[in-house]
């Protein structure tokens, strides 16, 4: 267990819905970073948080957006859902986000299916 | 932009055996690279780790190898076993903009009994 939480496991939605998705670092870790994982792909960088500001974006689509809340924890919000959207969602956290040595630690994921 | 290759996309072994997985970086100011390990349907684990003042560094069954002027890093897993098998992925942190990971695009790896 890394520490870092995300909710929910799983969800099941239909094209052109809204989702959000809820992500908790591990204790005492300011940045959280957004990973989309498509099947059998590897890992896209969508957006890096530290200590509620943006600090990185990725190739993060204009239907995404994310935040990052006073109590650390952070949100994905995917809207106009495509079937293409269907994927792996990890979070990860880091302590700072600022050293060049920072190790992340991801959370298990959520998975969408978009039908 | 940056990005970091990685080969062989699959690769199977008997048990026992060695497996080596190549990466290469292209952002010459990255310092710090990953390797995670990820089995189906799970998150991606941190294995090991090099920083770039160090040339190897090994953790029992797993060695990681670093060679800077050339770009490159290799994971060598040695006496394979059978919970191995998983997809493995290489990083390495980039300072263009900001710091993150750039993340290869992964070897999935069998281990035949």
């Known amino acids: 267990d890394s520490g870092v939480t995300q909710t929910p496991k799983h969800l099941i939605t239909a094209t052109g819905q809204r989702v959000t998705l809820r992500c908790s670092p591990r204790s005492g870790d300011l940045s959280v970073y957004w990973y989309q994982q498509s099947l059998d792909q590897g890992l896209q960088f969508l957006i890096q948080y530290y200590n509620g500001e943006e600090r990185a974006k990725g190739n993060i689509l204009e239907r995404f957006s994310a935040q990052q809340f006073p109590d650390l924890h952070s949100e994905l919000n995917l809207s106009s859902l495509e079937l293409g959207d269907s994927a792996l969602y990890f979070c990860?956290?880091?302590?700072?986000?600022?050293?060049?040595?920072?190790?992340?630690?991801f959370g298990p994921g959520t998975r969408l299916l978009v039908l | 932009g940056e990005n970091v290759e990685q080969h062989p996309s699959t690769l199977s072994v008997q048990e026992g055996d060695s497996a080596v997985i190549k990466c290469t970086y292209s952002d010459s100011a990255s310092n710090y690279f990953p390797w995670y390990k990820q089995e189906l349907g799970k998150r991606p684990q941190l294995i090991i780790d090099?920083?770039?003042?160090?040339g190897e560094k090994k953790d029992q069954r797993i060695a990681v190898t670093l060679n800077k002027t050339a770009k490159h890093f290799s994971l060598h897993i040695t006496e394979t076993q059978p919970e191995d098998s998983a997809v493995y992925f290489c990083?390495?942190?980039?300072?263009?903009?900001?710091?993150?990971?750039?993340f290869g695009t992964g070897t999935r790896l069998k281990v035949l009994a």
């Open positions: 090099i920083r770039s003042n160090v």
């Open positions: 990083a390495a942190s980039t300072t263009s903009g900001t710091y993150k990971y750039i």
């Open positions: 990860a956290s880091s302590k700072s986000g600022q050293g060049y040595q920072e190790t992340q630690y």
